[in-house]
């Protein structure tokens, strides 16, 4: 997820069920054609390997076609099986090193650290491609143990170049403190898949929001 902006951009998260995948597919399209996403993180819970591996190839190309990354969240196994762009992985996902041994040199690996700059150092170190500070915000998606102050961002943009996500509870009218306090990154799930008007206003409300 190399920056090719000065600015912060759009990483969207998937809904953690897909019942209807077709159906989905065809609004992941609409958002990813609405204006600049990033990166699409496919996280689905509690589903067999076979339901990830295809929704992984279902949605993957599409993702492509709209030039955005596609990480896969959890599992290193996974994201090397479907050929993803890499992974996201929590603190109880497995390290660094071994997704890195998977994966290769030319995939993300993104770590999450909560409110922890040690954990961010910890994971920059181990080699990862990014670090994901949250949950700056209530979240409608899971329940989050840590709520980190905004200077966090504005403390690891100051001490390295390695970026840095947002996530938590963001909205197109929550992110642009987030983004002016230096993330690289705002990730969004319910804001956008939940949108009153439907995900591609949602992807043009934030792009308008972190212009
Ligand atoms: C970009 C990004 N940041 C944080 C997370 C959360 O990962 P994790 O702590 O492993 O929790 P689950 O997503 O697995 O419930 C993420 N997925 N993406
Ligand atoms: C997957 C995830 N991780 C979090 C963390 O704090 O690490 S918060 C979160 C949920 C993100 O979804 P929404 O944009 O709907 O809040
Ligand atoms: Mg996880």
Redesign the pocket.
């Known amino acids: 997820m190399s920056e090719t902006t000065e600015g912060c951009l759009l990483y969207l998260?998937t809904p953690d069920r897909i019942d209807d995948l077709d159906d989905f597919a065809i609004k992941l399209d609409e958002a990813l054609s609405a204006g600049e996403v990033a990166c699409v993180q496919l996280?689905l819970k509690g589903v067999d390997d076979d339901t990830i591996i295809k929704a992984a190839e279902k949605l993957m190309p599409i993702a492509h076609s709209h030039d955005a990354v596609f990480l896969i969240n959890d599992r290193a196994d996974l994201a090397a099986k479907v050929d993803a762009d890499g992974v996201h992985l929590g603190q109880e996902d497995g390290d660094v090193p071994s997704a890195r041994t998977l994966l290769g040199h030319g995939k993300d690996i993104g770590v999450?650290c909560?409110d922890s700059m040690h954990l961010a150092y910890k994971a920059g170190d181990e080699g990862a491609n990014y670090v994901?500070f949250?949950?700056f915000f209530p979240?409608?998606?899971?329940d989050?143990e840590?709520r980190p102050e905004t200077d966090i961002l504005s403390v690891w943009d100051e001490v390295t170049e390695l970026p840095c996500v947002a996530?938590?509870?963001?909205t197109p009218e929550n992110c642009r403190e987030l983004a002016d306090a230096g993330a690289h990154f705002v990730?969004?799930?319910?804001?956008v898949w939940n949108h009153p008007e439907g995900p591609a206003a949602a992807v043009r409300a934030f792009n308008e929001a972190l212009a």
């Not at 979240?139 to 899971?142: F, R």
């Not at 996530?167 to 963001?170: L, P, R, S, W």
Request: aromatic share 4%; charged share 15%.
């Open positions: 998260i996280r999450t909560h994901a949250g949950a979240s409608d998606t899971k989050t840590y996530i938590g509870g963001i990730a969004a799930c319910s804001s």
